[in-house]
């Protein structure tokens, strides 16, 4: 065997996942946003920031998902069956969320107010489970004889929670960058008004995590802490740090893209430091991607139609957003 | 019992979740294949109710298309979630079988989907054409891989179990195994059949209601048509697909026929009504047809085929469920039938478009073909047990190991969202259908779609907003 499909197929699904969360988490925080915006205008402006694109920042969902089955059944048994309640909720979420997006413009006045509420609620459960699903993979999955061997609520403990509420500052703080850049005037203001206490706030949620995380695992801990990892993993926090003083700095001038460039940096460094954590695991603490690996024939034939496809998919949305840019206002409707 | 209870209400949530899926993809993949029929119509005719009927079936189309991307993201997840034990084991099989299902959805969806919905004035006909011809062929490639993967969880082929796992050995094997080529064509005219009902059911609701057009006459022709030729060979297909079932799954047959024992040298009759009684074993109340069964299976006078007390206890499905869920589909067939030759009838003496009894059953008719797909599915998969891989793996043994509790709240939440989401989706539909196809339609541009700046590029989008635009649109139209 030439190549190391486990390992490529690792790089796919992370890759994947890491999309997910770039363009889901902004249109998620957009949700999480409204309850601070009741007036009409101001919410229809909001959502037109992202309606063109939101469906398809929930493709790569489903493709993590499928692509997981295929090329790590393990993991994808394991870890969906570990979580299967906040999965669950976060999927019902998504659908509640998805379907109030196409609603919303198609309701009347009177019911519109429901399917606002739907949005709300539905991104806050799928924001809040993602996170509390990560914190649990994070914190470690029980596995005996290739199974789930924990309980159903082992989810339920204060890291996990911790970093659900974590991932809902994250998406917050993705949401308002992403609209200082989409809006003007009044609205976008607020939104950098909003940004800058998200910004402390999400701060401190990273150095909470950082800590919490090497002292709940000793091998985490060893990962980073050992010399010399730590000197290659240095700057990472070192990168975290000064991202955060240049976004704060950058909400202070006249706004642009920037804090929402950013921002996104921001998650890449998280999502990093996530990855030098738990590598090679795909199962945290203790299988491997090659442990948890589908027979090369599965691999090798799966990969074909994902490299070939893949790379449509990513021009596709390219050209979906460079049509879409410049601001929204409420001059410009849905339609 | 406990961990009966949750595999019995692991199996419901999955029944529930798939039931109310699979009847959105089956309605995409009948009307893509109308919509090609119509806009090649269209094409070669130049008349207009053609082009009337595409853009309205169209958004009903857009707004179906979505309804099964939603419900879709739950079933990619329910695999891991509640057939964990499955997953592990027969991942390298099914795993890449349903990855490419996502990838042709997605290739389709970035590829040609936004030209066929909202390309109709901004790109040539040619272009637009090939456009709808590839979204129609994008759904039935979308559903052979479904159905590979389907067909080889009934007959598997093409693999082999090394430490415990399922590993392919050869693909082409594996997607053509004994039971896909029957299942795929079987399902696909399905697929059609429930398609033309719902366009002939909407033909004849807006007749009923006396709005006589050209357009409403045309798609109800059209679905009658389908109705007469269609309808008959699906029961051919369904025999052929039946003696294949015989071959590779003679239990599942032996419970849909209510058929206990043979007696020897004597034919087996065919039981049109029964109660078949697992605990005794026998059919009760049975109305019987002597030596049918073996006529139509064995195509001979006197032919036997296995009994279900040929095989242990265990290994025996519910007969009770799918010798019903069974009748019900090949009921509704003939009634299917039935309406084809009817609306035949009518078209010969010249007032299939009058006939209020002949539009009245055809309005009843049509969710006819959605329910007789399901209890197709029902038949088939509760006929498959107590095997989830036929003869590999027990569907005991690939539950994940979720307590009662748990299985019993999110079903509840499974039901309660999906009534309330795909409820609110079905409205929206039949308003849709309500309104009617207009005249002159599609010589404006669509608003939105890819490449449009700030407008949506989702397929719902191509469905009008509110009540208010669509009698809009039919006054200035």
Known sequence: ?335 | MGDLDALLLARIQFAFTISFHIVFPAITIGLASYLVVLEGQWLRTRREVFRDLYHFWSKIFAVNFAMGVVSGIVMAYQFGTNWSYFSDFAGGVTGPLLAYEVLTAFFLEAGFLGVMLFGWTRVGPGLHFLATVMVAAGTLLSATWILASNSWMQTPAGYEIIDGRVVPTDWIAVILNPSFPYRLVHMGIAAFLATALIVGASGAWHLLRGRDTLAIRKMLSMAMWMLLFVAPLQALVGDFHGLNTLEHQPAKLAAMEGHWENKPGEGVPLTLFGWPDMEREETRFAVDIPRLGSLILTHSWDGQFPGLKEFPREDRPNSTIVFWSFRIMVGLGFLMIALGLWALGARWRGNMFRSRALLRFTLWMGPTGLVAMLAGWFTTEIGRQPWLVYNVMRTADGVSSHGAGQLTTTLALFVVVYFVVFGAGTVYLLRLIGHGPVTHEGTEPVPGGPGRPRTPARPLSAAPEAADDIAATRSGG
């Open chain 1, 1 to 335: 065997m030439g190549i190391d499909l486990p390992l490529v197929w690792a790089v796919i699904i992370l890759f994947g996942v890491m999309m997910y969360v770039v363009m889901d988490g902004f249109d998620l925080g957009i949700g999480l946003l409204y309850p601070f915006f009741t007036d009409r205008t101001d919410r229809d402006v909001m959502m037109n920031t992202v309606a063109p694109v939101w469906d398809g920042n929930e493709t790569w969902l489903v493709l993590g998902g499928a692509g997981l089955l295929a090329a790590f059944p393990l993991a994808y048994a394991v870890v969906l069956s570990a979580f299967y309640l906040p999965l669950i909720l976060m999927l019902l979420g998504l659908i509640f969320r998805g379907v109030a997006f196409e609603f919303r413009f198609k309701a009347d006045d009177v019911h519109r107010h429901l399917w606002d509420k739907a949005f709300i609620g539905g991104s806050l459960a799928a924001t809040f489970f993602q996170g509390v699903t990560l914190g649990g993979y994070i914190q470690g999955i029980e596995v005996v004889d290739r199974a789930y061997a924990g309980g159903a609520f082992d989810w339920l403990a204060p890291f996990p929670l911790f970093v659900g509420a974590g991932l809902v500052v994250t998406y917050a703080l993705l949401g308002s960058t992403w609209l200082i850049v989409k809006t003007q005037g009044a609205l976008q203001a607020r939104m950098i008004a909003i940004a800058r206490p998200l910004t402390w706030i999400l701060l401190a949620v990273i150095v909470a995590i950082s800590v919490w995380t090497p002292l709940a695992r000793e091998d985490i801990a060893q990962r980073w802490f050992t010399w010399p990892h730590l000197l290659w993993f240095a700057p990472v926090p070192l990168l975290v740090a000064l991202t955060a003083w240049q976004l704060l700095q950058r909400l202070r001038r006249a706004p642009d893209v920037a804090p929402f460039v950013l921002t996104l940096f921001l998650v890449f460094l998280g999502y990093s430091g996530l990855g030098i954590s738990l590598w090679p695991n795909i199962v945290p603490p203790g299988i491997t991607i090659w442990e948890a690996a589908a027979p090369p024939q599965s691999m090798g034939f799966t990969l074909v139609g994902a490299l070939l496809i893949i790379p449509l998919i990513l021009m596709y949305t390219a050209w979906g957003y460079y049509v879409f840019r410049g601001k929204v206002d409420e001059t410009q409707g849905y339609h």
